[in-house]
Nanobody
Framework: QVQLVESGGGLVQPGESLRLSCSAS????????MGWYRQAPGKQRELVAA???????NYADSVKGRFTISQDNAKKTVYLQMNSLKPEDTAVYYC?????????????WGQGTQVTVSP
């Protein structure tokens, strides 16, 4: 079982930066693939960035070069550094922990944090 708590959202202007944090509690944090998803009003939830337990990362094309995901296993925290924010980045951002073990998929979600980018 993993519990996730996001923080760091807020209201910023276009071009500014934010850093989201996701703190995890529970065991075996380093064995999970960690990701950030977002959901804008009227749209489906989409993957923004993920870090795989082996160390690789994935990014949505729309955020490549602007967002960076990182993970601190000692602190059980995953970060999303968001630079050059655009109005279209406005959404609720969710942290996800994902693992497949013996054919069983486990997904855990945080409560979400609002990011609003507006002039």
């Amino acid at each position: 079982q993993v519990q996730l708590v996001e923080s760091g959202g807020g209201l910023v202007q276009p071009g500014e930066s934010l850093r989201l944090s996701c703190s995890a509690s529970g065991s075996r944090f380093s064995l999970y693939d960690m990701g950030w998803y977002r959901q804008a009003p009227g749209k489906q939830r989409e993957l923004v960035a993920a870090v795989i337990s082996g160390g690789g990362t994935n990014y949505a094309d729309s955020v490549k070069g602007r967002f960076t995901i990182s993970q601190d296993n000692a602190k059980k925290t995953v970060y999303l550094q968001m630079n050059s924010l655009k109005p279209e980045d406005t959404a609720v951002y969710y942290c996800n922990a994902h693992r497949v073990l013996f054919g069983v998929t486990n997904d855990y979600w945080g409560q979400g944090t609002q990011v609003t980018v507006s002039p």
